[in-house]
T-cell receptor
């Protein structure tokens, strides 16, 4: 059974820091991995989608990497800003299904 | 292009009442799904659909019904509400099944007293 873990659960950093969020999954047979952002009281917004054949994806100050063999993905945020404060979640489809399994997220606070 | 629209945004029910949470998307997405989000438990899949007329169960389907008569709409029915169904419910859709980005609605906060 696929399980997705995100550590740490919460993170507080000063503005301008580069930071890394971690996502681990137990079954490496995944189609893809998605990173999402969730603001308080809002729905989720897809940030990056990495296909199983890819090693990384970039969008602006965000870079996500995928290492299937070790069951890990990292989301790198460069030059963090207060506007980056949100909860970041990762998700992978369970093997051979259309069912996305989500981690419980990392709650990020960037201090001005 | 409104994306994924959920109604209502807030709802309070009494135990035993039934209701339908609405979800509509205008992106011609084949895949639609319902999640519930609870503190400390993340998002859990309730039901999903890969096209009109096709639905299947997720992790936590008990107490919920779905149907998909059109590509655009995917309502979630609570048959007899229980306090354990107090949660935030999200509808999500994607163009394909597992190879495409998921688009989420803004959620319905449901309280069952």
């Amino acid at each position: 059974k696929q399980e997705v873990t995100q550590i740490p659960a919460a993170l507080s950093v000063p503005e301008g820091e580069n930071l890394v969020l971690n996502c681990s999954f137990t079954d490496s047979a995944i189609y893809n991995l998605q990173w999402f952002r969730q603001d308080p009281g809002k729905g989720l917004t897809s940030l990056l989608l990495i296909q199983s054949s890819q090693r990384e994806q970039t969008s602006g100050r965000l870079n996500a990497s995928l290492d299937k063999s070790s069951g890990r993905s990292t989301l790198y945020i460069a030059a963090s800003q207060p506007g980056d404060s949100a909860t970041y979640l990762c998700a992978v489809p369970a093997r051979g299904t259309y069912k996305y399994i989500f981690g419980t997220g990392t709650r990020l606070k960037v201090l001005a | 292009n409104a994306g994924v629209t959920q109604t209502p945004k807030f709802q309070v029910l009494k135990t035993g009442q039934s209701m339908t949470l609405q979800c509509a998307q205008d992106m011609n997405h084949e895949y639609m799904s319902w999640y519930r989000q609870d503190p400390g438990m993340g998002l859990r899949l309730i039901h999903y659909s890969v096209g009109a007329g096709i639905t299947d169960q997720g992790e936590v389907p008990n107490g919920y019904n779905v149907s998909r008569s059109t590509t655009e709409d995917f309502p979630l029915r609570l048959l007899s509400a229980a306090p354990s169904q107090t949660s935030v419910y999200f509808c999500a859709s994607s163009y394909g099944t597992v190879g495409e980005k998921l688009f989420f609605g803004s959620g319905t906060q449901l309280s069952v007293l």
